[in-house]
Structure formats: C-alpha cells, structure tokens
C-alpha cells in the first residue's frame, strides 16, 4: 500500500523555467510533509517542509503547496538551474509518529 | 562539521552470508533511522531508535534483519543468511528536532 505517490518517475525542464514535481498521499492522519532532494551517492538532504495548517511555504527559489482536500502536494522551483538536478522524494508523517513515509522519487533535469 | 557517516560504503556479499552495515549518527542526536531504497523505489522504513526507549522495528522485513544501537550513538544493521532481494542502498539518519539527517549510504550488492 503505497501512501505516498509520486507519479512521474522523471522531469524534465528548461534552466529558468518553473520546475513543478507532484505528490499525492492517501493517508488524512499525515499532518506534516518535507521534500528532500538526493544527488547520486549522496543521501537525501532536507530542502523544505509545510504543516498540514498551512497551505504555502516559500524558501527562497522553492515553494511547497499543500492541498489538503485532494490530498496534494506540490513542489515548485522557479527559476530552475543545471545544480537542481536531482531525485526529489516527497515524505510525510503522521501526527504522533516519527517515522516518514517517502514516495518513490522524482528524477529532475534541468536542461541548459 | 561532521554529518552522518556510513560504512563500508560498498559492500558485495555472496549469497548465504551476514553482513554488518555502520552507522555514526550527528553528535547529539538522540532519533536515529535506517531506510533502503531499492531499485526504482521510494525509501522504504526499517527501523528507528529514539534514546533509551525500545525500538519501533515495524519495518524490518524479516527475522533476518536486526539493529542495535550501544550508548546512544554508533549503530549497526545486521543482515544474516542474505538473498538476492536484500541488494539496496541502506541509508541512516539522525534528527534533531523535526528533520532528519542522512548518511550517504551503503550499496549492498547480493550475488
């Protein structure tokens, strides 16, 4: 049972363009998602999260938005650049637990 | 400053045979958690160790894995009897407060 889908193994953008990587979870006890990006041979490293009471946070290039009624996240970069190519995996976790629940990831390349 | 930090990095194991994968989490980070990626997939839960409490072990997939962590800080996974299906990159990471810090791995290759 996969709780957290990430539908696009791969994307590709332009360099200055917006990036927009999706996430979908099916889990309504899920109260806090992060986004963490991994470059080859390195593990992941946290890049930016949102509480299930907001709907937007902002740092810097990227913006997370949540929408709790489809049960959606998304994750936007703008403008993209060569250095944001990377596997992206949304994470989520449940009020109370401390493990995070990762989607499969999302193969990013930014194109020059 | 020092991250977390895994070794061996690469590992490739005949079938059959126990492996011990190290983990050295940030200093003072009381959460620690081990994940693998296989092939293709999102990073799948094993287990967590959060100070003295016992651990939540839900994710470990068989009898044949194990981990403990001594004094609070180095931690091991153990695999014994490996299968082919055990080849995956075993990630760790530590936490502070709400983020989790990860390892670079370890490539564990089962032949």
């Known amino acids: 049972d996969q709780q957290v889908k990430q539908n696009s193994p791969s994307l590709s953008v332009q360099e200055g363009r917006i990036s927009i990587l999706n996430c979908d979870y099916t889990?309504?006890?899920?109260?806090?998602f992060l986004w963490y990006k991994k470059y080859p041979a390195e593990g992941p490293t946290f890049l930016i999260s949102?509480?299930?009471?907001?709907d937007k946070n902002e740092d810097g290039r990227f913006t997370v938005f949540l929408n709790k009624s489809a049960k959606h996240l998304s994750l936007h970069i703008v403008p993209s650049q060569p250095g944001d190519s990377a596997v992206y995996f949304c994470?989520?976790?449940?009020?109370?637990?401390?493990?995070?629940?990762f989607g499969q990831g999302t193969r990013l390349t930014i194109n020059p | 400053g020092a991250g977390v930090s895994q070794s061996p990095s690469n590992k490739v194991t005949e079938k059959g045979k126990d492996v011990e994968l190290r983990c050295d989490p940030i200093?003072?980070?009381?959460?620690l958690y081990w994940y693998r990626q296989s092939l293709g997939q999102g990073l799948e839960f094993l287990i967590y160790?959060?100070?003295?409490?016992?651990?939540?072990k839900s994710g470990l997939p068989s009898d044949r894995f194990s981990a403990e962590r001594t004094g609070g800080s180095v931690s091991t996974l153990t695999i014994q009897r490996t299968q082919q299906e055990d080849s995956a990159v075993y990630l760790c990471?530590?936490?502070?407060?709400?983020?989790?810090?990860f390892g670079p791995g370890t490539r564990l290759t089962v032949t």
């Open positions: 994470a989520a976790r449940r009020q109370g637990a401390q493990k995070l629940v």
């Open positions: 200093s003072g980070h009381t959460a």
């Open positions: 160790f959060q100070g003295n409490s016992a651990p939540d």
């Open positions: 889990n309504s006890m899920f109260d806090y």
């Open positions: 990471a530590s936490r502070s407060n709400y983020e989790q810090y």
């Open positions: 949102i509480s299930s009471i907001k």
